[in-house]
């Protein structure tokens, strides 16, 4: 779940920020940083400059020892992910590999090789929207945790000298994020086991190898978000960002009275007709029932109402992906009946957490 409380130890803090209109920023302050100071200075000035890539967290300024980089809705409790249980599990694995490999393509053509060293020490995290995101810790060819990460032809260089020491540096990440099940068999642990070989001619040789490596072996369809789907979700990692930094009032707590036990509000009980949380509900009933038209006029109903009720947010994005990939796969037909599933479990996990910050 994405609650603040439960945050990774290299965060210190979420705050408002003035980026010429109010942001939310979370606070970057990895624990080596006053030990590895020129590393992790280098790393944020290259990371600064850095063209904005969807799976990168955005780095927005300095402060102090820290960095400051844009809210995203991580998934700070999620548990690596089991190789070869399910189709649908494989399929996300292979599409994180893919992401994997287009951000380290993305700083490849971005940086030289001696600023290509300053990323070698990834943190990979993964969003609500089960998307990887990408954040950095600074890296010196002596930090005992470097090993982890960098091929070993590439620790004591200094610099990454080749593809294969990316992919070596890709599948590390995926190990991160995946484990291997003792069980059943999956293709993608085989690619990863490649990416991780000592011997750099046994990797892929090349990130667009890997790339289709991967995408065979989830298999993947579709592992990026598309623009409008960045703009959505943008929209949605603002609101909620602001729901945690500007949590709203307590309410006041009622004067003690008596009041007959059929009088007092329930916590059940049905939301106003018209309402913003009333079309909601009638957007997932919808949803459920497959009515993705009808879905979305209530999600859009509810969000004039309520523009920032961060649910509908949520739940019209998933409406406008079905109907694209069902669209795509093969036609007007209805969405398959595990991916409307699998997005209103997303959706209840967000509301559980809203919930959580309300207390």
């Known amino acids: 779940m994405s609650d603040w409380r439960d945050h990774g130890p290299d965060f210190v803090d ?46 927005i300024d300095r402060s102090g020892r820290s960095l400051l980089v844009r809210f995203a809705a991580l998934d700070w409790r999620r548990e690596p992910l089991i190789l070869g249980l399910g189709e649908a599990d494989d399929k996300l694995a292979g599409a994180w590999g893919v992401q994997l490999c287009k951000v380290y393509e993305h700083l490849a053509q971005s940086l030289d090789e001696r600023l290509l060293f300053c990323f070698v020490r990834p943190m990979p995290m993964v969003d609500l929207d089960e998307q990887v995101r990408l954040g950095f810790l600074p890296a010196s060819a002596f930090h005992p945790v470097i090993g982890r990460f960098v091929a070993p032809e590439a620790r004591h260089a200094n610099e990454v000298p080749n593809e294969a020491a990316l992919a070596f540096l890709v599948g590390r990440a995926m190990s991160e994020l995946t484990r291997a099940s003792h069980h059943c068999a999956s293709t993608l642990t085989t690619v990863i086991e490649r990416c991780l070989a000592p011997d750099p001619g046994a990797r892929f040789q090349t990130l667009r190898e890997l790339r289709r490596a991967f995408r065979h072996a989830g298999p993947v369809r579709n592992e990026q978000r598309t623009p409008d789907e960045l703009a959505d979700w943008a929209a949605f990692e603002e609101a909620l960002g602001l ?3 500007r949590p709203p009032p307590s309410p006041r707590p009622p004067v003690a009275r ?36 009808e879905a979305r006029a209530s999600f859009e109903r509810a969000l004039a109402l309520d523009p920032r009720m961060i649910e509908a947010m949520l739940l019209r994005r998933e409406v406008d992906r079905l109907v694209d990939a069902t669209r795509a796969a093969a036609g007007h037909q209805d969405p398959p009946s595990n991916d409307l599933e699998e997005a209103l479990a997303k959706s209840a996990r967000l509301e559980a957490q809203l919930a959580r910050l309300a207390e």
């Open 14 to 59: 979420v705050r408002e920020y003035d980026d010429g209109r109010p942001i939310v920023v979370m606070e970057l302050r990895p624990a080596d940083a006053d030990v590895l100071g020129a590393a992790w200075d280098e790393l944020r000035t290259a990371w600064l400059d850095l063209p904005p890539h969807p799976n990168i967290l955005d780095a």
């Open 243 to 245: 729901r945690i930094v």
């Open 258 to 293: 008596h009041e007959p036990w059929a009088a007092r509000p329930h916590a059940l009980d049905p939301p106003p007709p018209g309402s913003a949380r009333a079309h909601y509900l009638d957007g997932k009933a919808h949803f459920r029932a497959a009515r993705l038209a």
